[in-house]
T-cell receptor, first 113, second 112 residues
């Protein structure tokens, strides 16, 4: 069975500072990995995805994530936080294309001016 | 514009009543999913369907039912057997050969 662990349910960063959200997964097969963002009372929007191509994946809004198989990690980063980055972020895994997603518990990001 | 439409956005029901949440997509996606979101617990899969007239239970299917009579539609019924139905419900869809899913805007169900 697959599982996803997001370290830290809440993260607070200053505007302009590095954003680092941690995600570790367990999977019996090479996984597909995703980061989604959710604003209050809205659905989820895909930020980026890893599908066994380049290990460093660039997404929307300046975010990127690096797949590290040896560490079973897929951490999300952004060099400089904006106020608009305040949201909840979810890491997810699936076994294959078109397959159901398994989500982590989410990390809520607060951006301080 | 293509997308996934969930309705209504907010829903209130009395305890013991069944309620049906609507999910429609015009993306021509094969698979559709229902997730439940509770604070601090991420998203948990209730049911999913990969083709019309077929669906499978997810991790928390008890107290819920679904149907998939049309490719575009995947309604979720929250029955009176669901012990704690108050939650945010999200519908999603995906292509069979493409990684990732598209999500609707969600329905917040409150049972009083």
């Amino acid at each position: 069975a697959q599982s996803v662990t997001q370290l830290g349910s809440h993260v607070s960063v200053s505007e302009g500072a590095l954003v680092l959200l941690r995600c570790n997964y367990s999977s019996s097969v090479p996984p597909y990995l995703f980061w989604y963002v959710q604003y209050p009372n809205q659905g989820l929007q895909l930020l980026l995805k890893y599908t066994s191509a380049a290990t460093l994946v660039k997404g929307i809004n300046g975010f990127e994530a690096e797949f590290k198989k040896s560490e079973t990690s897929f951490h999300l980063t952004k060099p400089s936080a904006h106020m608009s980055d305040a949201a909840e972020y979810f890491c997810a895994v699936s076994k294959a294309a078109g397959n159901k997603l398994t989500f982590g518990g989410g990390t809520r990001v607060l951006v301080k001016p | 514009d293509g997308g996934i439409t969930q309705s209504p956005k907010y829903l209130f029901r009395k305890e013991g009543q069944n309620v049906t949440l609507s999910c429609e997509q015009n993306l021509n996606h094969d698979a559709m999913y229902w997730y439940r979101q509770d604070p601090g617990q991420g998203l948990r899969l209730i049911y999913y369907s990969q083709i019309v007239n077929d669906f499978q239970k997810g991790d928390i299917a008890e107290g819920y039912s679904v149907s998939r009579e049309k490719k575009e539609s995947f309604p979720l019924t929250v029955t009176s057997a669901q012990k704690n139905p108050t939650a945010f419900y999200l519908c999603a869809s995906s292509l069979e050969d493409r990684a990732g899913a598209f999500f609707g805007q969600g329905t917040r169900l409150t049972v009083v």
